[in-house]
């Protein structure tokens, strides 16, 4: 038959806070979520999931599964009629429950009174225990008799008490709570198999009830009906106890153990029974222990389970049956959160909220779907102990930085019972009517914007129409993939801003602007005009547009793109000066000097440097090269045989040239002022034959027609 066995228990609500501050795993936990919990029975196990519902599997034969039934399962089963529950412990057979509001409820065993209800029947759904209110942690452990610490510090105790193990002063058993003697400041309580432990705020450790083989740590072995102090322990943070043996975690993260050694449960290498706490060799780091029938467990900060003790069952984990006198490491498992040790058996949580087990298996204690066997590496089971999505607080979107085409939108972050807040990942769906408002909708409805992102508070949505609805909504999930919906938020686009082009002359003398009648919203192109109303200004070439009339803004060449912002836009003329000559020169005759074929009728032209004006008073002279003979004279300034246009001057003669005679042209000094210059025109002098000193141009009229001559004449004028 198997020995009789114990169970740990970690150090109720104050423990659990101090070990998730240790691993890095402390988180804001959701509003509609509890921290889950593992914990095992002599042949069964129990666990607290994050909805606040229990579940259990294993052997049911005394009710200890509390789903109404008396059967064994190897899958979980819920308890019926049992919600709101902050934390679980487990009997040897029983289980218990603390509700939110403070009361406590137990099923399963009760031949010894360890339900707490007043009776001694077994029952095979939860009961609550009478008398007791105020309560905010509880513990079973692999005993007969149950604990309870109230709000105040004290302990209340009921069920089996041979041994004292109730602390109440006497060896009667109680079928209802009494109140533990003498004991206050309490912050954590554990069950052993006969006897029981209390923390105190001041990191001492009391013990009381059997103590035959040193489960006390008094340095004695006499039994102990009301609480004594184990010897030189302080400084502890957590506690733990097993069937006959105990554990204790201190600040500086080492574990001290004390109690029945025969089969190495203490991890000191020995078998030899301690009555005062040794420490546990390997370990260091430690923010978790649990104690079973004979063997214990351990979690580093880093998230790896310890174990030693006996493994005829390989409730080690270290796929032999071989036991070990010091902790070896638990290969096949990490990023473990919770443990707990049964009778013979062993179960983890992991980070994701995932349970593995193993050991003895007869009754699917292990929860794997399987009985009759056992497991020596962890195996999965059929448990997961994180059944809540992530709260999202208050759950509202909030919009800012609404244009015609974008919106920028910004959320809280969310939390959740198991995945640290910075892991949780977001994903924003976008939706053109209001069908996005849970997580079935956006998954069924939604179009996702981007992809799942950790940590993200917000982002930028480009590309929308003006001027209509859009619906946005945000999901969360955390680690093992349950997903939450925040509250869906309308959005109106604004209609675009509209923009107008100006084209601004910036001082010009002559011409008319481009008008551009386009309306423009922001991204729109514009192509810029050229100077199609022929712009002028005095003195000056028109030299592109400019976003600011001084020319320190924007270059825009005529054809160019032009690309709106979120104003109108002015583009003013850009005027170049013209650099102003500084004498008036001559800079081409036609015809041209010794020219041969010239008609008779020719028009003589003279281009200059610049624009010049003809002044009155001064003459052109036509003469016969001959005899130097006046053939035509001309004032300057005559219309009718003088024509300006610009910087070139056309003189139309009023007579033909004879036939085979030559000619040639004297202009006076000063005939023509240049506009710009100022300056006279220095005139053609002299007189020469056959050619035309420098200055004179000489003229020589054939029968021949020099085609780049301008030598049509007015039509009166060949009749």
């Given amino acids: 038959m198997l020995r009789r066995s114990g169970k740990i228990l970690l150090c109720a609500a104050l423990l659990l806070l101090q070990l998730d501050g240790l691993l890095g795993y402390r988180q804001a936990l959701a509003a509609a979520a509890v921290t889950p919990k593992l914990v095992a029975g ?25 789903d109404g039934t008396w059967n064994t399962r190897t899958t979980p089963v819920m308890a019926k009629n049992l919600n709101h529950v902050i934390d679980i412990h487990s009997g040897v057979r029983s289980s218990m429950a ?7 409820w137990t099923w399963g065993a009760n031949e010894n009174g360890q339900l707490g209800i007043g009776t001694i029947t077994n029952v095979n759904a939860p009961a609550q225990v009478p008398g007791l209110s105020g309560i905010k942690a509880i513990s079973g452990g692999l005993a007969y008799h149950g604990m309870a610490l109230s709000e105040n510090g004290t302990v209340w105790t009921w069920g089996k008490n041979d041994n004292g193990e109730l602390g109440n002063g006497t060896t009667t058993q109680q079928n209802s709570p009494v109140l ?42 006499t039994e102990r009906h009301v609480p004594v102090q184990v010897a030189g322990l302080t400084d502890v943070m957590a506690i733990a106890a097993g069937g006959s043996h105990s554990l204790a975690i201190r600040q500086d993260g080492t574990v001290w153990a004390w109690g029945n050694n025969t089969y190495g449960t203490l991890g000191d290498g020995t078998r030899t029974h301690r009555t005062r706490p040794v420490q546990v060799r390997n370990l260091q780091h430690i923010v978790a222990v649990a104690g079973g029938g004979y063997h214990s467990l351990a979690v580093d900060q880093a998230g790896n389970v310890w174990s030693w003790g006996d493994n005829s069952q390989q409730q080690l984990g270290l796929s032999s049956n071989a036991s070990s006198l010091i902790p070896v490491p638990v290969t096949g498992i990490e990023h473990v959160r919770e443990i707990s040790a049964g009778g013979f058996h062993s179960v983890a949580m992991k980070k994701d909220g995932t349970v593995w087990g193993w050991g003895y298996n007869s009754g699917g204690q292990l929860g794997d779907g399987t009985y009759n066997n056992t497991r020596g590496i962890p195996t999965l089971t059929k448990a997961v102990l994180d059944t809540t999505s992530p709260d999202t607080g208050s759950g509202s979107l909030n919009p800012h930085s609404i244009t015609s085409d974008s ?16 892991k949780l990942q977001y994903l924003l769906y976008s939706s053109g009517s209001p069908n996005i408002g849970d997580v079935s909708q956006m998954d069924r409805n939604g179009k996702p914007v981007g992809s799942y992102a950790a940590d993200q508070t917000g982002m930028v949505v480009n590309g929308l129409a003006a001027g209509t609805d859009h619906y946005f909504n945000v999901m969360v999930k955390d680690a093992v993939g349950r997903k939450s919906a925040y509250r869906m938020l309308k959005v109106t686009t604004l209609w675009p801003q509209i923009y107008s082009l100006t084209y601004d002359g910036n001082g010009h003398t002559e011409g008319n602007v481009p008008v551009s009648s386009g309306l423009f919203a922001r991204g729109d192109e514009a192509v810029v005009a050229g100077n199609t109303g022929q712009l002028g200004k005095d003195g000056h070439v028109f030299d592109g547009w400019n976003t600011e009339a001084d020319g320190s803004g924007i270059d825009y060449p005529a054809g160019g793109k032009l690309i709106f912002g979120t104003e109108d836009v002015t583009l003013y003329a850009q005027w170049k000066a013209i650099q102003a000559p500084i004498e008036l020169k001559a800079t081409s005759y036609t015809p041209f000097h010794q020219s041969v074929g010239v008609e008779k009728d020719v028009t003589l032209q003279v281009v200059f440097n610049e624009e010049v004006t003809a002044v009155s008073g001064k003459s052109i002279t036509i003469r016969l090269a001959s005899d130097h003979r006046v053939v035509e004279n001309v004032d300057a300034a005559d219309a009718g045989s003088v024509t300006i246009l610009g910087n070139a001057a056309s003189i139309d003669p009023l007579n033909d040239f004879d036939a085979g005679a030559a000619y040639y042209v004297e202009i006076e000094p000063g005939a023509f002022t240049g506009n710009h210059s100022g300056t006279g025109f220095a005139g053609i002098q002299g007189r020469m034959l056959g050619a035309l000193r420098s ?19 007015r039509a009166e004028k060949q009749r």
């Fill in 98 to 104: 603390l509700r939110q509001d403070g009361t406590v």
């Fill in 695 to 713: 200055g004179n141009m000489r003229l020589r009229r054939t029968t021949l027609i020099c085609k780049h001559w301008r030598c049509v004449r």
């Fill in 180 to 221: 533990v003697a003498g004991l206050s400041d309490v912050t954590a309580i554990a069950a052993g198999g006969y006897y029981s432990l209390a923390l105190k705020s001041d990191g001492t450790v009391w013990a009381w009830g059997v103590n035959g083989s040193g489960e006390l740590g008094d340095g004695t072995t």
């Fill in 407 to 422: 919106v920028a939108l910004e959320w809280p972050k969310a939390s959740d019972n198991m995945t640290e807040q910075h």
């Fill in 42 to 66: 002599y042949y069964h196990t129990a666990s607290l999931v994050s909805s606040g519902e229990v579940y259990s599997w294993g052997y049911g034969d005394r009710g200890q599964l509390g």
